[in-house]
């Protein structure tokens, strides 16, 4: 055996069992920087197809635009006390509204179509979060946060929009007080936090949209959350905090004031936004959004 194919061999028989390191998941040298403040509570950030990111101050009713040059402006006032925020195949931004207890998508001139509103006949408790799957169902959260006396429904749960718009269903209803939630690529699975419960659990999710198979996933809770292309899941708390697709903690990015919620925008997709108390954050990314 010649001398360079033997000591190749034993690099290759060496490195089997190993994993290799990819590093932070941040870009390096970069820094969390501060985008625009003065807001009362920053929420629901999303990247439209071209990476605008929109986001919403809840106590200020209003939904916010921070273009992929550097501009903010309002794209809606008087939002229903919109929180979450996640943009369809079709460029409609569709919305939670907390305040307006409703599912409502809204076009880019501003029209806005009511998806879901009811579920048995009751109104929704205050909608929060959602993702939408590759078939276009929708999942959402429905706590309450403040004044609980005299819930809508009998309890803070997690629901899906069937894809043709016709059927919701109740798909999680054993958490203490859903929050954040945010799918794979492929959506065969599903995280969700229970803030409530100071858990993050995932699911595998079944043709019709139902979900199974639940497990512990981050021994902590979660308000917003989003995913990367290495299938790294974002958790908010105190920090911004990074697990693998296996539930191991791998980074902590802290930010100025406490992080609500976070998505990946910009051109490339390799900037994480986070909207925190009164401000809008970035920080340019080793790992790039899931469009």
């Not at 010649?2 to 040298?29: D, F, H, P, W």
């Not at 079944?206 to 512990?216: A, E, F, I, Q």
């Not at 917003?224 to 191991?248: F, K, P, Q, S, W």
Request: some cysteine; glycine content about 14%; aromatic content about 8%.
């Amino acid at each position: 055996m010649r001398k360079a194919s033997y000591i190749l061999l034993v690099l290759l028989v060496a490195g089997a069992g190993c994993s290799v390191e990819k590093g932070s998941v941040v870009a390096t040298g970069a820094e969390v920087e501060k985008l625009a403040g003065d807001f009362r509570f920053t929420e629901g950030p999303a990247a439209d197809a071209k990476g605008n990111v929109y986001f919403t101050d809840i106590p200020n009713n209003r939904i916010h635009k921070w273009s992929v040059d550097g501009k903010l402006s309002t794209f809606r006032e008087d939002s229903g006390g919109a929180n979450g925020l996640y943009f369809d195949k079709k460029g409609n931004v569709l919305v939670c509204e907390g305040g307006g207890q409703r599912l409502v998508s809204i076009s880019m001139e501003g029209e806005v179509t009511v998806l879901a509103d009811v579920y048995e006949g009751n109104k929704f408790n205050s909608l929060n979060d959602l993702w939408i799957d590759p078939k276009g169902g929708v999942y959402f959260t429905d706590p309450r946060y403040g004044r609980r006396a005299n819930l809508p429904q009998d309890g803070e749960h997690v629901y899906y929009l069937s894809p043709e718009g016709k059927k919701v269903t109740r798909v999680i209803d054993d958490m203490v007080r859903p929050n954040g939630l945010i799918g794979t690529r492929d959506g065969k699975r599903l995280y969700v936090a229970d803030h409530g419960g100071k858990q993050t659990f995932s699911y595998k999710v079944t043709r019709d949209g139902t979900l199974s198979g639940k497990k512990p996933f981050a021994p902590e809770g979660s308000d917003g959350m989003t995913i990367d292309n290495e299938g790294n899941v974002y958790l908010t708390t105190n920090v911004v905090a990074v697990y693998n697709r296996n539930g191991e903690k791998i980074e902590s990015i802290e930010i100025p004031e406490g992080p609500a919620n976070v998505t990946f925008g910009g051109r490339d997709g390799r900037t994480l936004f986070i909207t925190a108390r009164t401000s809008l954050y970035s920080l340019r990314m080793r790992v790039k959004g899931v469009r």
